[in-house]
């Protein structure tokens, strides 16, 4: 019997707690709890690819590299992606590797610096609204903004900041590497939704400034590895109508239509739960009888169970 193939997403609070210092340090302290679920994962023989944010720590990147940038070179945006990456990668291979190795697992843990190409006229170029860096105030924004060539915008009352598209993932440059390692190896791969690429009329590849959701490429990954399960952990146990409101309804099995219908309606926050009800959409869209869950890290396994969990299929 084929085992059952699992495409996992870990949220922001995979990699960091809230109230912990954004430090490489702490970082892999909240490592070593998350792969502990991802490791019970494997125990029960599912096969597994791992696709992480990286939010906060490209962001980190960024200010660094801006800050520097009087004694060495500024980073472009997507060096800094693939920089996210490596060490993000780094981490959650040796922890989770550790975490197998204590339960007498020994499947090797691998990171694939994945390239996702975007179309360069995704409508996305044209309205950019993914906010990176630093924060300004709004003479300074504008100045920085003449000066590199950046768009800015006024980020939620908290100051300006430089704005990138979030394009739709519409290829995974690495697939066939990740194909080949998939029966032996867990993967690590498409680190905060990928480094956006375009393809040139000559066939080469060029990095550009841009934020693909990864949430989307994860349901892009799991469509073309023809996973079983698109499993997308973030903080909240399910899926809820009206969050946080006196008459929040949280959601156990919906169907697509359901699902589009709510997304129509406006239930969910762009940015925060909308992607992800759009991936899971996007993914059992195209593959019919597969099914998608959106659940915490910590309910992970009991999600798997049918236990809790939203269930869109």
């Known amino acids: ?29 909240v490592v070593k709890e998350t792969v502990e679920y991802i490791a019970e994962m494997s125990c029960r023989d599912y096969e597994l690819a791992i696709v992480h944010g990286n939010g906060p720590q490209v962001g980190s990147i960024v200010l660094a590299s801006e800050t520097a940038a009087d004694v060495v070179p500024t980073m472009p945006f997507d060096v800094c992606g693939a920089m996210s990456q490596g060490y993000i990668g780094y981490h959650i291979q040796q922890a989770l590797r550790f975490a197998l190795q204590k339960r007498d697992r020994n499947i090797p843990v691998a990171t694939i610096v994945t390239q996702v190409v975007v179309d360069k006229d995704d409508p996305a170029f044209q309205n950019p609204t993914k906010p990176i860096g630093a924060f300004y105030g709004e003479e300074e924004a504008k100045r ?32 066939s590497a990740l194909k080949e390692l998939w029966d032996t190896t867990i993967v690590i791969t498409a680190g905060g939704g990928g480094i956006p690429v375009i393809e040139k009329e000559d066939g080469s590849l060029e990095g550009i400034a841009a934020v693909i959701d990864k949430d989307l ?52 926050a762009p940015g925060s739960m909308l992607p992800k009800i759009q991936a899971a959409v996007n993914y059992v869209k195209g593959n019919p009888g597969k099914k998608a869950i959106i659940t915490s890290l910590f309910k992970s396994l009991d999600a798997l169970d049918g236990k809790t969990g939203t269930t869109i299929s």
């Open 1 to 29: 019997m084929a085992l059952a193939k699992i495409v996992v997403a870990l949220g922001g609070n995979a990699l960091q707690r809230k109230g912990t210092p954004a430090t490489a340090e702490a970082q892999l302290e």
């Open 144 to 175: 920085v903004a003449k000066e590199k060539g950046y768009a800015v915008k006024e980020d939620a009352g908290r100051g300006w900041r430089r704005v990138v598209a979030s394009p739709m993932p519409m290829r995974i440059v690495e697939f």
């Open 217 to 268: 490429a994860a349901a892009r990954l799991a469509d073309d590895i023809e996973a079983d399960i698109l499993m997308i952990l973030t903080e909240v146990e399910k899926v809820s109508l009206n969050f946080n409101k006196p008459d929040q309804k949280d959601l156990d099995n919906i169907t697509v239509a359901e699902a589009e219908k709510y997304i129509a309606e406006g239930h969910f």
